[in-house]
C-alpha cells in the first residue's frame, strides 16, 4: 500500500491510500492533536452520512436507469417508474436543496428526457447527485450548493471534498 499526503495546512491533513486491497483511492483526513496525529473525528461523521444518502442516490439512479431501459426516456414520475419496473421508486420530481429533507430522492429530468439526475441531501448538508444520460453514460458528485438543474455535461465525479 502506497500513502500519499494530498495536502497538509494549519494543524490538518489529507492523505490518499493507494494499492494493496484497495479497489480504488481511499481519502483518510487527519487533524493534529497536541503532539499526534488522529482522524478527524468531523470529517469522518460527514463521510458516514454521505454513504448513506449515496446508497439512495445510487438506487434511484439503478431504477431510473431500469425504467429507460424499456421506454428509451426519463420521467421525475416515482409512481410510474415503480409501475414499470417493479421496484419501488420513491421520490420527488426537482433537485434536492439546502432546505430539502435529508435522504429524500428528488429527481430531475432534462427537456429531452434523456437524461435524469438523482439527488438528496445528505445529513451532513451536501447534496449527493447523479446524472444518468441514456443507458449507460453515469457521473456523480458532491454539491454543497448544487445547481438548479440537471447539468448537462457530466459531474465531476467525486463523493468526497
Known sequence: MRIHVEWERE?????????????????????READAWRVDRDWALRVTQDLWT????????????TYFGSTRQF?????????RTRSVADFVPGIAGATS???RIHVAVAPDRHTACASARSRSG?????????????????FET??????ARPLDGRWAR
Open 101 to 103: 429533507p435529508p435522504d
Open 146 to 151: 448544487p445547481p438548479t438543474e440537471c447539468p
Open 11 to 31: 494543524g490538518r491533513a489529507r492523505l490518499v491510500l493507494k494499492g494493496g486491497l484497495l479497489d480504488q483511492p481511499a481519502p483518510l483526513q487527519l487533524v
Open 54 to 65: 449515496r446508497r439512495a442516490v445510487m438506487t434511484a439512479a439503478a431504477n431510473l436507469q
Open 126 to 142: 451536501a447534496i449527493l447527485m447523479i446524472r444518468v444520460a441514456g443507458a449507460a453514460d453515469v457521473s456523480y458528485g458532491r
Open 75 to 83: 420521467t421525475d414520475d416515482g409512481e410510474e417508474v415503480t409501475r
